[in-house]
């Protein structure tokens, strides 16, 4: 099934986690550590913490905005700051689909595709409703990730296995894709060390 359909289609625990694990990846450009938001997660288990007070203690954790910074490290903290304070269906639903193309936006500066197409670069761009040639899918006998930059195409992959553990699973499938977020967080953490080192 494609991305959009998953997200198209998970409830709100599912959505929820979706865009904090997009979130959550790119910790690294926010200057946060692994743990800022671990309460967050626990959150989301039957009888978990409090999403709000957890989501206002990981935001003060984590750096503020700086006006300086590049449009990887802006779009990580849009996504941090639309995420809403209250769990309703519909205002999980935009966070997640919005965290999804910024994720995958994300990927896609830190790693440009030597002569990406540009189908691919037309859905990462950031619309209000971009386009879908990317997470809808990809026509029979195609690759999901043909075309993509190896990291985009990580990513792509990521966000569509944590959607599915929570639908098949629901609460049991967080454990799973915490890991899942986890080793893209590390990933994506090599990579920002690199490019500070080249930089320098």
Known sequence: ?????????????????????????????????????????????????????????????????????????????????????????????????????????????????????GTVDAALALRPRPPAAVRAGRPTGERRTEGMSPLVAAELRRQVTVLELLAERGAGGLRRALDVTTEGRRVLAAVVSRRARGRA
């Open 1 to 117: 099934m494609s991305l959009v359909n998953l997200i198209a289609q998970a409830d709100e625990r599912g959505l929820t986690a979706s865009g904090l694990a997009c979130l959550d990846r790119c910790v690294p450009l926010l200057g946060g550590d692994d743990e800022a938001l671990r309460p967050l997660w626990g959150s989301l288990a039957d009888g978990g913490g409090d999403w709000r007070a957890s989501l206002e203690k990981a935001r003060a954790a984590l750096r503020p905005q700086d006006p300086g910074e590049d449009e990887a490290a802006r779009l990580a903290h849009r996504m941090l700051d639309a995420a809403p304070a209250e769990r309703t269906g519909a205002a999980v639903r935009v966070w997640a689909d919005a965290c999804s193309v910024a994720a995958l936006r994300v990927h896609r500066l830190l790693e440009p595709a030597e002569g990406g197409t």
